[in-house]
């Protein structure tokens, strides 16, 4: 066989490299993708403390901002203040019901109340933030728990210590575990 006829075999051949790669590593993906229930919970279930809130091109953090998120027995609480409008400052609070099975998690709030605190006065909303029930989908990538909405414009990436969450691709909040 010509040196050329060489070159060109061994070039064929690691042309294909890639492709059985990215077929072997799809697999892996695949299977990974399903966890048990029990590791879902472990993963997803807790008391998380609000690390960062990304808005306007900024990254804010407490003081600036504070929060807790829970996720536990099926209930879902969020309290958030936010002062990066000083002097005026928001708070949330929600509160709701959440499901959990091994495909998917669903959560809606039965009650919400938004305060807004200005100097001239404060106001109360009640008004729910969405109509509905939020559905995600669930996966296993890169070690992390990802819950991506049905449209895909939310998303959760639970990781071992945080959550981020993302509205259309960006981050908006990052949450940490709080430990016990």
Known sequence: M????????????????????????????????????D???????????????HADGQVFR???????????????VVVHHNRT????????VAFGKYTLDADSFAYRYDSTSVVTETPSGSTVSHKPLWDGIRSFSISSEHGQVRLRSEGG????????????YYEGGQ??????RNPG
Not at 62 to 76: A, H, K, Q, Y
Not at 85 to 92: A, G, H, K, M, S
């Open 39 to 53: 590791a879902l919970k472990a993963r997803i279930v807790g008391v998380y403390s609000l690390a960062e809130w």
């Open 2 to 37: 010509s040196a050329q006829v060489r070159r060109y075999t061994l070039a064929h051949r690691i042309r294909w490299i890639p492709a059985i790669l990215s077929l072997a590593t799809a697999g892996a993906v695949c299977y990974a993708a399903k966890l048990p229930l």
């Open 85 to 92: 409008r000083w002097p005026t400052e928001t708070t949330l």
């Open 171 to 176: 981050v908006l909040l990052v949450w940490r």
């Open 153 to 164: 414009k939310q998303v959760f990436a639970f990781g071992r210590t945080d959550v981020t």
């Open 62 to 76: 407490p003081p600036t901002v504070e929060g807790r998120m829970v996720l536990l027995n099926g209930t879902i």
